[in-house]
């Protein structure tokens, strides 16, 4: 046998060896178990200093006042850790009447004195939920064990809208502790929900088991465990959830729904309430601070090839305007946006710059998160490309989104945001966020113009109003602002759509910002 | 050899300074905000505010170093922006991962390499030695993600012989905590069952890592023991009636070794730094893993750190590497 044959051998056997490794190794997953991918590792599991992606972990183990109810229809509030609640002092407080019986993981009480402690927390450690209450909230107050009073600053219609993302935390940690429990809530869990931590294995993955005092109770089906497993890759996700190791993919993605239907293993679920598409346009900075120009970027954009690249309809679907059309407040006389290159071209000659001659190069920044955004701005480029206009595309990270565009100067021309427009809540953090001065996501900065002036105004009347019909007017008018002096380009909306085993029963995509994954309301068909 | 060996370990001072001061500033003067980042979406400017002061950002550059520095002379890394919690202590927890897999592929990379390369050069110009070659070209060509991500195509779906990500199946297959080396705990406690399910984890990731680099060594030593076997003294050796065994691992493999060397010494530094793809594609809970979801957090304590830690690695290395010159050739002083 010569030296070569001999080497072969002892490659196949090496090979066959490790793999026999195989049979000694561990089984996939305890049963009774789901499993869910996450982009991203949980680092803080401190639900009130939590805006991180992968911060939907912690509804398992944490409630709130009020919550959505688990339906793939629209947005509808239900008690949760509240049973009931009243409008009290003319709208300028509530009184939350809390549920009893309820217990936190560590063996603590719910009462009026426990979520008055979470309020204050959130204050004291100036927490990143702060930021859903502040100047809002004037004070929580214990009205008796099992009353709570949260005082407004003003009367506030959205607020228990607001209060679905506040998440209230065992006061033992607080009270045992000198720094409010900021410590000990970075690494552990201590809530009223249905899961509690089991074990973290970080980065690879954090686990939760059932909590056999839920004030819910365990009758019917339900998971008992619940894992997440960080995988970044969306092809080695993919893998995963057709291999029956992961039950679930955190989204998606669009270039690998055929294959997902194909697999009859495997099934998508679709949201009721899509994502909408929008690139800000920079009202104070020239030349997208000539109105003109934004119409004719506008008219530039090929809107019904954008919808073709991602998947056509109904996958992606035409919009006109920052809100969901089942939206109460939508304005349904708003213009369908239009692809016309003579007219862009046109519009570039009455502002003084035809076939583009003059204008500086646009930018235009976006974050790479998903695929589709490279396909959206890719269609732009083109479009601008015909009518003279350059276009310089920038992905950046999130972070970096935020720091280009600190103010309008340094501000980019045109940015992209992924916006979550609710169904039937009071859009105030929406209409706040996009368009009112010092909103998160206002690139357009137009409030800060002459003409923008009002916008502030209108978004806290209608904040404020008790009136539904004041309301409504006020909202129609946002919305009227918004379109009729382009202050973004709004290409299409996108349904969210989640790949799943189809042997896991019960999952529904409540719409929301937020990731809302209702494991509690899950099972799995043996 | 002391006075060299004092020398060489003064001069990681500087450079480690050096590095430190550029990536600081590189970190410091990228157009995002971290404290921003931090603090999440939804947070309040006064959230965001008090995480600025926290970190220390809202001071002048220089002091932002000087303070860096102070606390870096105390062994602390500062705190991780993403996690709340010191970066040492993250690194602890990484580090042992990463080094596992590195040193396993690095020891797979000279075991396998070396061997090979004395044995194209042995029986050079015939088909082995042509087989070699080939292979060699063709596996420093492959880009290592993309080799993963094939080997998880390939190996885990469709033939279903191999696991896709992480150190073991499960959080309960990890032996007891000893070391953080999962192979070394599962040895030190008995613990069978982990240390198969380790291997066995451990074997995609290895191919991925080891593959390019393999055929470098394996290149380079064929080249440098053919070297040397064309030398007269390897000449006279056999006509003395030396076996070929002896003449080539006694007479020509020690001369040979230098360059060889060298390159080994880049391979080992290459893959710790080089791991992190690796580490991501499939899931290994290690120092690039971390140091990548830093990254794209913003989180500049750990983007130093890393920095730091994978130099000092380096120059350790080459430290080492450069050491052992006077060891294979007599006629090396180092003054």
Same mark, same amino acid.
């Given at each position: 046998?010569?030296?070569?044959?001999?080497?072969?051998?002892?490659?196949?056997?090496?090979?066959?060896?490790?793999?026999?490794?195989?049979?000694?190794?561990?089984?996939?997953?305890?049963?009774?178990?789901?499993?869910?991918?996450?982009?991203?590792?949980?680092?803080?599991?401190?639900?009130?200093?939590?805006?991180?992606?992968?911060?939907?972990?912690?509804?398992?183990?944490?409630?709130?006042?009020?919550?959505?109810?688990?339906?793939?229809?629209?947005?509808?509030?239900?008690?949760?850790?509240?049973?009931?609640?009243?409008?009290?002092?003319?709208?300028?407080?509530?009184?939350?009447?809390?549920?009893?019986?309820?217990?936190?993981?560590?063996?603590?009480?719910?009462?009026?004195?426990?979520?008055?402690?979470?309020?204050?927390?959130?204050?004291?450690?100036?927490?990143?939920?702060?930021?859903?209450?502040?100047?809002?909230?004037?004070?929580?107050?214990?009205?008796?064990?099992?009353?709570?009073?949260?005082?407004?600053?003003?009367?506030?219609?959205?607020?228990?809208?607001?209060?679905?993302?506040?998440?209230?935390?065992?006061?033992?940690?607080?009270?045992?502790?000198?720094?409010?429990?900021?410590?000990?809530?970075?690494?552990?869990?201590?809530?009223?929900?249905?899961?509690?931590?089991?074990?973290?294995?970080?980065?690879?993955?954090?686990?939760?088991?059932?909590?056999?005092?839920?004030?819910?109770?365990?009758?019917?089906?339900?998971?008992?465990?619940?894992?997440?497993?960080?995988?970044?890759?969306?092809?080695?996700?993919?893998?995963?959830?057709?291999?029956?190791?992961?039950?679930?993919?955190?989204?998606?993605?669009?270039?690998?729904?055929?294959?997902?239907?194909?697999?009859?293993?495997?099934?998508?679920?679709?949201?009721?309430?899509?994502?909408?598409?929008?690139?800000?346009?920079?009202?104070?900075?020239?030349?997208?601070?000539?109105?003109?120009?934004?119409?004719?970027?506008?008219?530039?954009?090929?809107?019904?090839?954008?919808?073709?690249?991602?998947?056509?309809?109904?996958?992606?679907?035409?919009?006109?305007?920052?809100?969901?059309?089942?939206?109460?407040?939508?304005?349904?006389?708003?213009?369908?946006?239009?692809?016309?290159?003579?007219?862009?071209?046109?519009?570039?000659?009455?502002?003084?710059?035809?076939?583009?001659?003059?204008?500086?190069?646009?930018? @235009? /920044?976006?974050?790479?998160?998903?695929?589709?955004?490279?396909?959206?701005?890719? &269609? !732009?480029?083109?479009? +601008?490309? %015909? *009518?003279?206009?350059?276009?310089?595309?920038?992905?950046?990270?999130?972070?970096?989104?935020?720091?280009?565009?600190?103010?309008?100067?340094?501000?980019?021309?045109?940015?992209?945001?992924?916006?979550?427009?609710?169904?039937?809540?009071?859009?105030?953090?929406?209409?706040?966020?996009?368009?009112?001065?010092?909103?998160?996501?206002?690139?357009?900065?137009?409030?800060?113009?002459?003409?923008?002036?009002?916008?502030?105004? @209108? /978004?806290?009347?209608?904040?404020?109003?008790?009136?539904?019909?004041?309301?409504? &007017? !006020?909202?129609?008018? +946002?919305? %009227? *602002?918004?379109?009729?002096?382009?202050?973004?380009?709004?290409?299409?909306?996108?349904?969210?759509?989640?790949?799943?085993?189809?042997?896991?029963?019960?999952?529904?995509?409540?719409?929301?910002?937020?990731?809302?994954?209702?494991?509690?309301?899950?099972?799995?068909?043996? | 050899?002391?006075?060299?060996?004092?020398?060489?370990?003064?001069?990681?001072?500087?450079?480690?300074?050096?590095?430190?001061?550029?990536?600081?500033?590189?970190?410091?003067?990228?157009?995002?905000?971290?404290?921003?980042?931090?603090?999440?979406?939804?947070?309040?400017?006064?959230?965001?505010?008090?995480?600025?002061?926290?970190?220390?950002?809202?001071?002048?550059?220089?002091?932002?170093?000087?303070?860096?520095?102070?606390?870096?002379?105390?062994?602390?890394?500062?705190?991780?922006?993403?996690?709340?919690?010191?970066?040492?202590?993250?690194?602890?927890?990484?580090?042992?991962?990463?080094?596992?897999?590195?040193?396993?592929?690095?020891?797979?990379?000279?075991?396998?390499?070396?061997?090979?390369?004395?044995?194209?050069?042995?029986?050079?110009?015939?088909?082995?030695?042509?087989?070699?070659?080939?292979?060699?070209?063709?596996?420093?060509?492959?880009?290592?993600?993309?080799?993963?991500?094939?080997?998880?195509?390939?190996?885990?779906?469709?033939?279903?012989?191999?696991?896709?990500?992480?150190?073991?199946?499960?959080?309960?297959?990890?032996?007891?905590?000893?070391?953080?080396?999962?192979?070394?705990?599962?040895?030190?406690?008995?613990?069978?069952?982990?240390?198969?399910?380790?291997?066995?984890?451990?074997?995609?990731?290895?191919?991925?890592?080891?593959?390019?680099?393999?055929?470098?060594?394996?290149?380079?030593?064929?080249?440098?023991?053919?070297?040397?076997?064309?030398?007269?003294?390897?000449?006279?050796?056999?006509?003395?009636?030396?076996?070929?065994?002896?003449?080539?691992?006694?007479?020509?493999?020690?001369?040979?070794?230098?360059?060889?060397?060298?390159?080994?010494?880049?391979?080992?530094?290459?893959?710790?730094?080089?791991?992190?793809?690796?580490?991501?594609?499939?899931?290994?809970?290690?120092?690039?893993?971390?140091?990548?979801?830093?990254?794209?957090?913003?989180?500049?304590?750990?983007?130093?750190?890393?920095?730091?830690?994978?130099?000092?690695?380096?120059?350790?290395?080459?430290?080492?590497?450069?050491?052992?010159?006077?060891?294979?050739?007599?006629?090396?002083?180092?003054?």
């Amino acid at each position: 046998m010569s030296k070569g044959e001999n080497l072969v051998r002892i490659v196949v056997l090496g090979l066959v060896l490790v793999m026999a490794l195989g049979l000694l190794a561990g089984a996939r997953t305890a049963e009774n178990e789901f499993v869910m991918q996450v982009p991203n590792y949980l680092q803080k599991f401190d639900p009130q200093d939590n805006f991180q992606m992968a911060g939907f972990m912690l509804r398992g183990s944490y409630e709130t006042l009020v919550t959505y109810k688990v339906q793939a229809g629209p947005l509808e509030l239900e008690p949760c850790l509240a049973q009931s609640w009243e409008v009290v002092d003319n709208g300028g407080a509530y009184l939350f009447h809390l549920r009893p019986g309820v217990t936190f993981h560590d063996g603590a009480q719910l009462n009026a004195e426990a979520v008055k402690v979470s309020f204050d927390r959130a204050v004291e450690l100036e927490l990143a939920k702060l930021g859903i209450i502040e100047g809002v909230v004037e004070s929580v107050e214990v009205v008796d064990e099992l009353t709570v009073k949260v005082v407004l600053s003003n009367s506030l219609p959205s607020l228990l809208y607001r209060l679905t993302d506040f998440q209230i935390v065992s006061p033992l940690p607080v009270t045992n502790s000198d720094d409010w429990g900021k410590t000990w809530y970075l690494d552990n869990m201590a809530g009223t929900g249905p899961y509690m931590l089991d074990y973290r294995d970080p980065p690879s993955a954090t686990a939760l088991k059932r909590f056999d005092d839920y004030w819910g109770g365990w009758e019917g089906e339900h998971f008992d465990k619940v894992r997440f497993v960080t995988v970044t890759e969306p092809a080695t996700a993919m893998q995963m959830l057709e291999a029956g190791d992961i039950d679930m993919l955190w989204s998606a993605p669009v270039e690998m729904l055929p294959q997902i239907k194909a697999n009859p293993n495997l099934e998508l679920v679709e949201s009721s309430a899509p994502s909408y598409v929008t690139i800000a346009m920079n009202t104070t900075k020239w030349p997208t601070s000539d109105i003109r120009i934004r119409r004719a970027i506008s008219y530039a954009l090929d809107f019904e090839t954008c919808i073709e690249l991602i998947g056509g309809r109904p996958l992606a679907d035409s919009i006109r305007g920052p809100l969901s059309e089942s939206n109460p407040y939508y304005e349904d006389s708003l213009p369908w946006p239009e692809y016309n290159l003579e007219k862009a071209r046109q519009l570039l000659t009455e502002a003084g710059n035809p076939n583009g001659e003059g204008l500086p190069t646009l930018e @235009l /920044i976006w974050s790479r998160s998903w695929d589709y955004q490279a396909k959206t701005v890719q &269609v !732009l480029k083109e479009g +601008l490309a %015909q *009518i003279g206009i350059t276009l310089e595309i920038y992905p950046l990270n999130f972070a970096s989104m935020l720091a280009k565009n600190k103010d309008a100067e340094t501000g980019a021309h045109m940015s992209f945001i992924i916006s979550y427009p609710t169904e039937d809540a009071i859009p105030d953090q929406l209409m706040s966020n996009m368009m009112r001065s010092g909103g998160r996501y206002n690139w357009s900065w137009f409030s800060s113009t002459p003409q923008g002036g009002i916008v502030d105004y @209108l /978004i806290d009347e209608a904040r404020f109003t008790l009136e539904e019909e004041d309301r409504e &007017v !006020l909202y129609k008018q +946002l919305q %009227q *602002i918004a379109v009729n002096n382009y202050l973004a380009l709004w290409p299409f909306k996108l349904t969210e759509l989640d790949a799943i085993r189809a042997d896991v029963k019960g999952y529904v995509m409540v719409p929301g910002y937020e990731k809302l994954v209702p494991f509690y309301h899950m099972w799995k068909e043996r | 050899m002391l006075s060299y060996l004092v020398r060489r370990i003064l001069l990681v001072i500087p450079t480690l300074f050096g590095v430190s001061v550029v990536v600081f500033v590189l970190t410091r003067v990228v157009p995002a905000d971290p404290a921003l980042a931090a603090a999440g979406i939804g947070a309040s400017q006064q959230k965001v505010e008090a995480i600025r002061r926290e970190l220390g950002l809202d001071k002048p550059l220089p002091v932002q170093y000087a303070y860096y520095i102070r606390d870096l002379s105390r062994g602390d890394l500062g705190i991780s922006i993403y996690s709340g919690l010191p970066v040492s202590q993250d690194i602890v927890r990484f580090f042992p991962a990463t080094i596992e897999l590195s040193l396993t592929a690095f020891f797979l990379v000279c075991a396998i390499g070396i061997p090979l390369g004395i044995f194209a050069a042995t029986h050079h110009g015939k088909n082995v030695d042509l087989v070699s070659r080939v292979s060699a070209v063709g596996t420093t060509a492959l880009p290592t993600f993309w080799l993963a991500l094939i080997l998880q195509l390939v190996f885990f779906h469709k033939l279903h012989w191999f696991p896709l990500i992480g150190r073991v199946t499960s959080f309960h297959m990890r032996p007891e905590h000893i070391t953080g080396f999962f192979i070394l705990d599962s040895l030190l406690t008995g613990n069978w069952a982990s240390l198969a399910d380790t291997l066995y984890h451990m074997f995609l990731p290895l191919v991925a890592l080891v593959a390019a680099r393999l055929a470098i060594v394996v290149r380079l030593t064929r080249v440098c023991v053919l070297d040397v076997l064309s030398l007269d003294y390897i000449r006279t050796a056999r006509a003395k009636g030396l076996s070929n065994p002896r003449v080539v691992y006694k007479h020509s493999l020690r001369n040979a070794a230098i360059p060889i060397l060298t390159e080994l010494g880049m391979q080992f530094s290459w893959m710790l730094g080089g791991s992190a793809v690796v580490e991501m594609i499939f899931v290994w809970p290690g120092l690039g893993f971390y140091t990548i979801t830093a990254l794209n957090n913003m989180d500049f304590n750990t983007i130093i750190a890393f920095t730091l830690i994978v130099t000092g690695l380096f120059l350790a290395s080459n430290l080492l590497v450069d050491l052992t010159y006077s060891f294979l050739n007599p006629r090396i002083r180092f003054e």
